[in-house]
Nanobody, 124 residues
């Protein structure tokens, strides 16, 4: 079955970096757009970044533009999120997701399968 497993989260000081990974199984990601979302307590899940099937186009929330970089390795069936210059507002559970049909990368409802999430905590 389709499975997405995130890893790489943890505790980091403000200004630090983390690299999240999302390993897919049960399907081949090379045909699909992928995205990263995050959710902090009391807030709705919000778009962070998206990437087209071949990596030719990437999308970012304004809040992370210039600090985060999404990438993918279709040969490894994996997607990554490099996060630099982290601050306390980046603290959240980060989710990886795959989009089968929708053309919209920014809405959570566009995505069909989700991982279980990985916690990122940024201490000030």
């Amino acid at each position: 079955q389709v499975q997405l497993v995130e890893s790489g989260g943890g505790l980091v000081q403000s200004g630090g970096s983390l690299r999240l990974s999302c390993a897919a199984s049960g399907f081949t990601i090379s045909d699909y757009g992928m995205g990263w979302f995050r959710q902090s307590p009391g807030k709705e899940r919000e778009f962070v970044s998206g990437i087209t099937w071949n990596g030719g186009s990437t999308y970012y929330a304004d809040s992370v533009k210039g600090r985060f970089t999404i990438s993918r390795d279709n040969a490894k069936n994996a997607v990554y999120l490099q996060m630099n210059s982290l601050n306390s507002e980046d603290t959240a559970v980060y989710y990886c997701a795959v989009k089968i049909r929708s053309t919209n990368y920014y809405r959570a409802t566009s995505y069909d399968y989700w991982g279980q999430g990985t916690q990122v905590t940024v201490s000030s």
